[in-house]
């Protein structure tokens, strides 16, 4: 049956789907100045469902890819906008509704209405959007990604080659030093974890080796150091055969897998249950004596955050010892905070700073309505909180004079229901004023998850 998306959160205010796009469109800067040092684009992908939706709507895993992208060139700026063009979308758009039911109620369309996508899930690359190698991809969970044109149309599907069909995770990550990127993928048969190396020019150096863990298990996330690809396998198996198609089962307890880069060995950590969504950051400490300490740091959740949930949440450090296969946790912060992220150029090594989008009290499940700024050194935490509105994810995007930790901007997009702004936040002084606010052409919906692409990149 179709849903009624007018009794939905996440389909109506600030989330509400938007059906035009814009080619580039100048930017008003309505507060401060935009940096001279601000060069390159921000693109930002989410759920922008295109068709009210079959059957159920669950936020953030449903919805049409939309690509939201803002080009900043030394004191311009301009927007543009485009749905990620999926053959799904295209049989959709033929028969002028929603074919596929959501993710918690499948459903195919008929052969009459949708002959050519027989047997096929629908696409849905609204998650991420990375560049490695000269490429923009759109990420799906667990899926084949969409390559983007830098002006937003869409190329189709990528296979890197042929070599991994199946796709690859929504948070794949780029070790700045190698140039690789490191991915992974859940899928639900057999076998059900594999990972991957994509290399600095793009081709597939190791293509789906797999994991062992015994059932389909969502995850969202992952974090690399320069040794371990860092996998958190908590308990939300997948079950297609009852109503509950994920579900938490917290008597399973959560597994870290070290996953050796090298291909070498994968060392399992056992720990009580809890869920991560998303990880800042991990490193690596030796100490004296040679023995390696994991570091990882990430917002936790006391279970699956999906729907009506009691779930509660903190920031938190995990200490792993691969030797001994046991790990610690410390927390960073009691306050609810997600959409953590570093300076891209410090993923895998030490990092002092961190950013998220946080907030002190429960506002809506996915809402926050502040960005906060993490001194590891020092344990401190500075924020930007504009009044009566709502953030998104804190993206780092580096001066292009300085390449100092601090020497960047931290820009987010701030929502109400009606309009939509972008405030650039200097990275050293998140709790200061804002370096330059933008107001948007038009309202962009909340989103999820998006990437800074320098100039020349």
């Known amino acids: 049956m179709p849903y009624d ?51 159920s709507y669950t936020y953030p895993l449903d919805g049409d ?10 004191g311009r700026v301009t927007y543009a906008n485009r749905y990620v063009r999926t053959p799904s979308m295209a049989a959709e758009e033929r028969a002028g509704r929603a074919l596929w039911g959501g993710v918690m109620t499948p459903f195919a369309p008929k052969p009459e209405e949708a002959p ?55 948070h794949p990550k780029v070790d700045p030093l190698t140039g690789e990127m490191i991915a992974f993928r859940y899928a639900f048969e057999k076998p059900f974890l594999t990972w991957s190396t994509i290399g600095r020019d793009g081709s597939v ?15 969202h ?4 150091t320069h040794s371990y690809l860092v996998l958190f396998v908590c308990p939300a198996p997948f079950d297609f055969t009852s109503q509950d198609v994920l579900r938490w089962a917290p008597e399973l307890g959560t597994r870290i897998a070290l996953v050796s880069r090298d291909g070498s060995a994968v060392t399992w950590v056992k720990a009580d249950a809890f869920w991560v969504w998303h990880f800042v950051n991990a490193f690596e400490e030796v100490d004296a004596n040679g023995a390696t300490t994991v570091v990882v740091d990430y917002p936790v959740w006391s279970a699956l955050a999906m729907g009506p949930s009691t779930a509660t ?21 009691e306050r609810m ?29 996915g809402v926050f309505d502040r960005i906060r700024r993490y001194d590891t ?44 702004e972008v405030a650039v936040l200097r990275a050293a002084d998140v709790g200061g004023d804002p370096a330059c606010v933008l107001r948007m052409p038009r309202r962009v919906p909340m989103g999820l998850h998006g990437c800074w692409v320098p100039s020349g990149s």
């Open 5 to 55: 998306p007018t009794d939905d959160p996440y389909l109506t205010g600030a989330f509400a789907p938007t059906q035009s796009e814009l080619d580039a469109t100048p930017v008003e800067v309505v507060a401060g100045t935009l940096p001279e040092d601000l060069r390159g684009t921000y693109y930002r992908n989410g759920p922008n469902a295109r068709f009210p939706p079959l059957g």
């Open 65 to 74: 890819g939309m690509i939201h992208a803002l080009r900043f060139d030394g």
């Open 116 to 170: 050519e996508m027989q047997g096929q899930f629908k696409d849905l690359p609204d998650v991420n959007i990375v560049h490695h190698a000269g490429r923009l991809l759109a990420l799906a969970e667990g899926a084949r990604p969409f390559e983007m044109t830098p002006e937003l149309a869409t190329a189709g599907p990528y296979y890197f080659d042929g070599k991994l069909p199946q796709g690859i995770c929504a």
């Open 205 to 219: 150096t190791r293509a789906d080796q797999p994991i062992d863990v015994d059932a389909a298990y969502m995850i």
């Open 221 to 224: 996330d992952c974090a690399i």
């Open 313 to 333: 949440g903190h920031i938190a450090r995990a200490r792993i010892d691969p030797a001994q296969r046991r790990a610690t946790f410390d927390t960073i912060d």
């Open 337 to 365: 905070a997600e959409f953590p992220r570093v300076d891209d150029r410090r993923i895998g090594t030490p990092h002092r700073y961190f950013y998220c989008a946080g907030k002190d009290e429960e506002i809506g499940r």
């Open 377 to 420: 050194s020092t344990g401190e935490s500075v924020e930007y909180a504009p009044e009566g509105r709502r953030v998104g994810e804190p993206v780092f995007a580096p001066s292009s004079h300085d390449p100092g930790e601090e020497a960047g901007y931290i820009l987010t997009y701030v929502f109400s229901d009606d309009t939509t």
